[in-house]
């Protein structure tokens, strides 16, 4: 048998399953759930024939999805050694999506044909909300991946006549972060650097209190590994921080183009439109530039023993106006923890 026709016959096998796969069944109580379970070691339970019919469709649709799991790992093997057709292995994972079955492996199976035609599909199942949330969220992981060239690629063009976001010191600032993208971990204070923070600190604070604190705390511990789904502002700041991998590429351009592909990955957007989009995360990027700089500066005027009257000035701006609030309060602590061993020393 050739290995064209090995595939089709997977693939004919899979369209087979699909098809014979009763439809699941929803509505069930916790003491159904007990009792299917119970049901397999003691067949002598007693049951209402709705709960026969139910339970015997139940296991029905389970081997289906065993079966239709085996059927793709076989197909998966054979995209990796490329004896499959990628546009029909495309179609069946995706329709194993649709029909709910095995559906994680079936995104899997879409992720390894890849572009284009994995990717297409896995496009299409990120924006159909009859697909559950957490397969959603899985979809859009390998989509990110696939795409993520693309991002790199445009995160490389010259930034050149696109409309800069951020004020003219931040983008010549090297430091901070901003979607997870770091600059050196602990550069050596010097007065030109500790002059560069404290004005990138005095550009990048609002001019009143921030409606919604900035930036958001960081999920705890990887989404997948959770109850909960990976929160949204995490998807869009993955998409964003390729995009724009430092202050100098934060462009009104760029960002706009994080939008549409925001949209079209299905990201769930707080914001009413682009330039909702925009403001948020404008003040986002900065705030996680400020959560750096604070950082630094706490650490490094701690070390001299000495917090000049302009930091905690700006780090009580930052706490009252709601931006990198706990880089802040850090700082202030540290900073009235010298005042007190100073005013020790000269007690002594």
């Not at 209190?209 to 590994?225: A, I, K």
Request: hydrophobic fraction near 40%.
């Amino acid at each position: 048998m050739t290995h064209d026709e090995k595939a089709a016959g997977i693939l004919d096998g899979l369209a087979a399953a699909i098809a014979e796969a009763p439809p699941p069944t929803y509505g069930w109580s916790e003491d159904e759930h007990d009792l299917y379970e119970r049901s397999e070691s003691e067949p002598g339970l007693p049951l209402t024939d709705e709960q026969r019919q139910r339970f015997a469709s139940a296991r029905s649709r389970q081997r289906a999805v065993h079966r239709i799991e085996d059927l793709l790992r076989l197909l998966t093997e054979a995209v990796r050694q490329e004896r499959v057709p990628a546009p029909a292995v495309s179609e069946a994972a995706e329709a194993c999506v649709r029909a709910g079955l095995a559906v994680l492996s079936a995104i899997d199976l879409l992720a390894a044909v890849g572009v284009p035609h994995g990717e297409q599909a896995l496009a299409r199942v990120v924006l159909d909300e009859s697909v559950g949330e957490h397969e959603r969220c899985w979809a859009r992981e390998h989509l990110l991946r696939l795409r993520r060239p693309r991002y790199e690629e445009l995160a490389a063009r010259p930034v050149e006549g696109e409309e800069p976001l951020l004020p003219e010191v931040v983008r010549g600032f090297p430091y901070g972060r901003h979607g997870g993208v770091a600059g050196p971990d602990d550069p050596e204070p010097t007065e030109e650097l500790l002059f560069r923070a404290r004005a990138v600190l005095e550009a990048l604070l609002p001019d009143r209190p921030l409606v919604w604190p900035e930036p958001l705390p960081e999920p705890e511990g990887r989404w997948y590994e959770g109850e909960e789904e990976r929160p949204a502002w995490v998807e869009v700041s993955i998409v964003l921080g390729a995009l724009m991998p430092d202050a100098r590429r934060v462009t009104r351009e760029r960002m706009t183009e994080g939008w549409r592909e925001c949209t079209r990955l299905g990201i769930e957007l707080q914001d009413s439109g682009l330039e909702d989009f925009i403001d948020r995360w404008v003040t986002r990027i900065g705030a996680w530039i400020a959560e750096w700089t604070l950082s630094w500066l706490a650490l490094h005027l701690w070390r001299e023993g000495h917090f000049p009257a302009w930091s905690t000035d700006l780090a009580t701006l930052y706490a009252q106006r709601r931006v990198a609030v706990e880089q802040a309060s850090v700082l202030l602590s540290e900073a009235a923890d010298v005042r007190c061993d100073v005013s020790a020393r000269h007690r002594a």
